[in-house]
């Protein structure tokens, strides 16, 4: 049973470029949210897909936008980068009625130069 | 005041030993908590999952509730070296089910040999 598959696992952009992370969530589970982990803190929730509609959003700018596809599969992509975007993105998939229990993908590292 | 705040570390223990970490939350409403175990540079791991006050036990690991207080506690007793990470504590909003996890900042243990 596969868990909570990302892509890409590392990657380096310039400021000002576009970027699109991709997760594939746990076999059975139809929920996807997104985190973002700078260096030494805890993971910051972005937004959240469930049958392919944004349910709820994070703090954070418009710069941020998603999509859940039929499959239940989903993408982040972040415009115009800044060198703060630098961190880890965490994906994490749940199944509505679980009991709000996640269980997150290995994460892309995105380096901002 | 943060939502979720974990007491400073690191936290240094010797092997064998019990590592009792700490967390409290400001959103009384909050109805569901969770301890994950982050590896360096690996994602977060989900380990313990408490919704009613009391204890909770899984092996070596204890999780404690008390909400009047807004206090979440892991303890980790007969530490090995392999716990050696940094331990997450993150809570559920009263907003519904698979809501957000708002997590802190994290402290990171170490179990001496």
């Known amino acids: 049973d596969a868990g909570v598959t990302q892509s890409p696992t590392h990657l380096i952009k310039t400021r000002g470029q576009q970027v699109t992370l991709r997760c594939s969530p746990k076999?059975?589970?139809?929920?996807v949210s997104w985190y973002q982990q700078a260096l030494g803190q805890g993971p910051q929730f972005i937004f959240q897909?469930?049958?392919?509609?944004?349910?709820q959003r994070g703090n954070f700018p418009d710069r941020f936008s998603g999509h859940q596809f039929p499959n239940y599969s989903s993408e982040l992509n972040v415009n115009a980068l800044l060198l703060g975007d630098s961190a880890l993105y965490l994906c994490?998939?749940?199944?509505?009625?679980?009991?709000?229990?996640?269980?997150f993908g290995e994460g892309s590292w995105l380096t901002v130069v | 005041q943060k939502e979720v705040e974990q007491n400073s570390g690191p936290l240094s223990v010797p092997e064998g030993a019990i590592a009792s970490l700490n967390c409290t939350y400001s959103?009384?409403?909050?109805?569901?908590f969770f301890w994950y175990r982050q590896y360096s540079g690996k994602s977060p791991e989900l380990i313990m999952s408490?919704?009613?006050?009391g204890d909770k036990e899984d092996g070596r690991f204890t999780a404690q509730l008390n909400k009047a207080s807004q206090y979440v506690s892991l303890l980790i007793r007969d530490s090995q070296p392999s716990d050696s990470a940094t331990y997450l504590c993150?809570?559920?909003?009263?907003?519904?089910?698979?809501?957000?996890?708002?997590f802190g900042k994290g402290i990171t243990l170490s179990v001496r040999p």
């Open positions: 994490a998939s749940s199944f509505t009625g679980s009991g709000n229990t996640i269980y």
């Open positions: 076999s059975g589970h139809d929920t």
């Open positions: 897909y469930y049958e392919e509609e944004e349910r």
């Open positions: 959103d009384r409403g909050s109805q569901s």
């Open positions: 408490i919704y009613s006050n």
């Open positions: 993150a809570v559920n909003p009263p907003t519904g089910a698979n809501s957000k996890l708002t």
